[in-house]
């Protein structure tokens, strides 16, 4: 089955940068589209980006927009996430995840899971 793992989460000041990864196994990396969620207790999961499976097409939620950048390396089977500017709000636990196909900004279009990296914008 395909696994997904993050890492590069870390505790970070206001207005500091973080990059993150998300190593894939299992199945072909370049049939599958990926997107980078997060989720803070008591609120739900929201998508930040998603990229398609060639890497021309991309989509950013307005809150990380001119802030956050997803891509990926077919050749790694790595997808990324680099953030900077980061603010307290963005604290939460990031989860990469992917699809067999093309881009769906929907949650539950999403087949397969990482377990999480904390990430902590705090002083």
């Known amino acids: 089955q395909v696994q997904l793992v993050e890492s590069g989460g870390d505790l970070v000041q206001p207005g500091g940068s973080l990059r993150l990864s998300c190593a894939a196994s299992?199945?072909?990396?370049?049939?599958?589209?990926m997107g980078w969620f997060r989720q803070t207790p008591g609120k739900e999961r929201e998508i930040l980006a998603a990229?398609?499976?060639?890497?021309?097409?991309?989509y950013y939620a307005d809150s990380v927009k001119g802030r956050f950048t997803i891509s990926r390396d077919n050749a790694k089977n790595t997808l990324y996430l680099q953030m900077n500017s980061l603010k307290p709000e963005d604290t939460a636990v990031y989860y990469c995840?992917?699809?067999?196909?093309?881009?769906?900004?929907?949650?539950?279009?999403?087949?397969?899971w990482g377990q999480g990296t904390q990430v902590t914008v705090s002083s």
């Open positions: 995840a992917s699809r067999p196909g093309e881009i769906k900004m929907q949650k539950d279009a999403y087949d397969y």
């Open positions: 299992g199945g072909l990396f370049s049939a599958y589209a």
């Open positions: 990229i398609s499976r060639s890497g021309l097409g991309t």
